[in-house]
């Protein structure tokens, strides 16, 4: 079965409780529900997690490439900042769509520049916690172009 990993970045576990008039009142576990529930309705397996710390997301992100066929990553305020993110996502050379709930590019100038969009197949923001569900279908579109995930049969 396809494998599809998401990561969120660092302080995405305070979703619901931090600027909601920014990141929207869903917390993480009814978003996660959200992922799980797409993954499902496309066919593919997701694998969720969430840290706070830079090595980990590296760390979980070289793994990827034996275990996961793409990635999905909203790696929040190491977007603008994390070449070692970058590196790792160029290096494992799988899928990657680039989300965020919030639109970077009308919020302050430093969250415009987004090193993770530069390996990314693609990236999707301002749409809340539907970022996600759009990014998870346009991976699963993208492999499907490349014959890695067979059509859901009716």
């Known amino acids: 079965m396809v494998r599809i990993l998401v990561l969120h970045g660092p302080n995405l576990n305070l979703l619901g409780l931090r600027e909601p008039d920014v990141y929207g009142s869903l917390t993480l576990p009814l978003l996660d529900e959200m992922i799980r529930a797409t993954a499902k309705e496309a066919g593919v397996e997701v694998d969720i997690r969430q840290s706070n710390a830079e090595g980990e997301l590296v760390t ?11 990635l999905v990553i909203n ?80």
Not at 60 to 70: G, H, L, T, V
Not at 112 to 132: D, K
């Open 75 to 154: 790696a929040a305020a190491y977007t603008h900042t994390s070449i070692a993110i970058r590196d790792a996502i160029a290096a494992v050379d799988i899928p990657t769509v680039d989300v965020h709930l919030s639109n970077i590019h009308r919020r302050e100038p430093f969250r415009h520049r987004s090193y993770i969009a530069q390996v990314a197949i693609g990236q999707v923001s301002g749409f809340g916690a539907h970022s996600y569900v759009l990014g998870l279908q346009a991976a699963v579109h993208y492999l499907r172009g490349r014959k890695v995930v067979p059509q859901p049969t009716a």
């Open 60 to 70: 979980w992100i070289q793994a990827s490439r034996e275990r996961y066929d793409a």
